[in-house]
C-alpha cells in the first residue's frame, strides 16, 4: 500500500461504541472521498469494527488508532488494520508495531522524540496533541533541522485549520473528528457524514 500519508488529506478519527455503525459509517467516509479510517480502540466495539469495515468495505483502508500495547499492535493487525497509529511510542511499543507487519504512525510532540524514531528509521509519523503541542508554528520549525520526518498531526485539528496544517512541507495529512458530528452518528444520519467527508476531502484541492 502507499504511504499512510498520501491516501487523503484528512483520516477520520473515529470512536465507535457499536460496531454496527462501523460498515455504513465506513461506507459514507469512503463515498465523501475519505478513504483512511482510523478506528481508535478505545471502546471494546473497536476490533469488532474494524473487522466488519476489513470484510465489507474493501474499498476503504482501516487503521487502529490508540494503539498503546504490543498486544493491541498484534490484535489489531488481526483483526484486518491495514496500519496502526498510536500516541506516543516506546521502544517496546515500536517493535510490536513493527512486527505487525502493517505501516505504522507513532507518536510524538518534541524533536527529541523525532530524533529517537528517526534513529529507528521511522520518518513517518502522528504529531499529537498537535494544537496543545505547538501546532502549526512548532511542525514549521521542525522542518528545517528535520526535514526527513513527515507527519500527520491529529487532536484539536477543525475544518478551520486544517488546511493551515496541510499547507506544510513536512505534513502528509491530519486527522480529526469533524465530519464526525456525534449526533449524526448516533442518528445514523450517514448522508450528513458523506457530505462532511467530500468537504475534507476538497482540502487537497489546490487553493481550498
Not at 500519508?5 to 469512503?30: I, K, M, N, S
Not at 510532540?109 to 528517526?118: K, N, R, W
Request: glycine letters at 12%.
Amino acid at each position: 500500500m502507499t504511504s499512510v500519508l498520501d491516501l487523503a488529506p484528512v483520516v477520520p478519527v473515529v470512536v465507535l461504541d457499536d460496531a454496527a455503525d462501523a460498515v455504513p459509517l465506513a461506507r459514507a467516509l469512503v463515498a465523501g472521498g475519505l478513504p483512511a479510517i482510523e478506528v481508535t480502540l478505545r471502546t471494546p466495539a473497536a476490533l469488532d469494527a474494524i473487522r466488519a469495515i476489513a470484510d465489507e468495505v474493501p474499498e476503504a483502508v482501516v487503521g487502529a488508532g490508540t494503539v498503546v500495547t504490543p498486544g493491541g499492535a498484534a490484535g489489531a493487525a488481526a483483526a484486518g488494520a491495514r496500519f496502526l497509529v498510536s500516541p506516543g511510542w516506546t521502544d517496546g511499543l515500536l517493535d510490536a508495531m513493527a512486527s505487525a507487519g502493517v505501516p505504522y504512525l507513532p507518536g510524538v510532540s518534541t524533536a527529541s522524540e523525532v530524533v529517537g524514531l528517526l534513529e529507528r528509521g521511522v520518518r513517518e509519523m502522528k504529531f499529537f496533541p498537535a494544537a496543545a503541542s505547538g501546532g502549526t508554528p512548532y511542525l514549521e520549525s521542525l522542518a528545517g533541522p528535520l526535514p526527513q520526518a513527515r507527519f500527520c498531526p491529529t487532536g484539536g485539528i477543525t475544518r478551520a485549520s486544517a488546511g493551515s496544517y496541510l499547507a506544510l512541507p513536512n505534513v502528509g495529512c491530519v486527522g480529526g473528528t469533524w465530519m464526525l458530528p456525534p449526533d449524526a452518528v448516533a442518528s445514523h444520519d450517514w448522508h450528513r457524514v458523506e457530505t462532511l467527508a467530500r468537504e475534507a476531502s476538497g482540502l487537497a484541492t489546490p487553493g481550498v
